[in-house]
């Protein structure tokens, strides 16, 4: 992305919290989420980097339309990792918009490689980061400019990291990113 676009995540585990935070710090003029976690909709709310929708109540490409002049959004980033997540973000792009699927993606998703092709767009796949990326980042984040720890939500001990990582992977979790004390 860059400065000025418009940005959708699908997904706020803590993947797509930090994707919000760093779209926001990046200079994006307007960052969406889309996640039907209730709580986790609210803990993304919290963040006060984006606007947050629910994908349960509303139909996330046609409100991003809405507000764009029927534009859509000029880049998608998938962190849920969930079929309905992915074909969100595909349908919500402009025309020669860019998708980065970055959730971990395991199963299976129905796809349109027409409109892909229609719409002139890029899909691009994500894995890991690359070394030069850390200097960066811990830059913006000594600097203030990208507030990482707004994604804690709680510390446990290790002896209560099971547990935690039981209520991460529930799915119903209010929980977006947890720290183990050693």
């Not at 030069?132 to 600097?143: C, E, H, M, P, S």
Request: net charge negative; charged share 20%.
């Amino acid at each position: 992305m860059k400065p000025g676009d418009r940005v959708l995540i699908t997904g706020a585990g803590p993947i797509g919290a930090l994707a919000a935070l760093c779209a926001r710090a990046a200079g994006a003029s307007a960052v969406y989420i889309s996640e039907p976690n209730a709580a986790r909709r609210a803990r993304a709310e919290a963040l006060g980097a984006a606007t947050v929708l629910d994908p349960t109540a509303v139909d996330v490409p046609e409100a991003l339309r809405e507000d764009s002049d029927g534009l859509g959004v000029d880049v998608a980033i998938e962190c849920s990792g969930h079929p309905n997540g992915f074909a969100a973000a595909v349908a919500s792009l402009r025309r020669r918009g860019t998708l980065a699927q970055t959730g971990l993606f395991v199963g299976e998703a129905t796809v349109e490689p027409m409109l892909w092709s229609l719409n002139d767009l890029t899909i691009v796949g994500t894995w890991c980061y690359w070394v030069y990326d850390f200097d960066r980042v811990a830059a913006q984040i000594a600097a203030g400019d990208l507030p990482v720890e707004r994604v804690i939500t709680s510390n446990v001990d290790l002896d209560q990291a099971p547990d935690a990582f039981a209520r991460l992977a529930s799915g119903s979790a209010d929980e977006i990113k947890v720290l183990v004390d050693q």
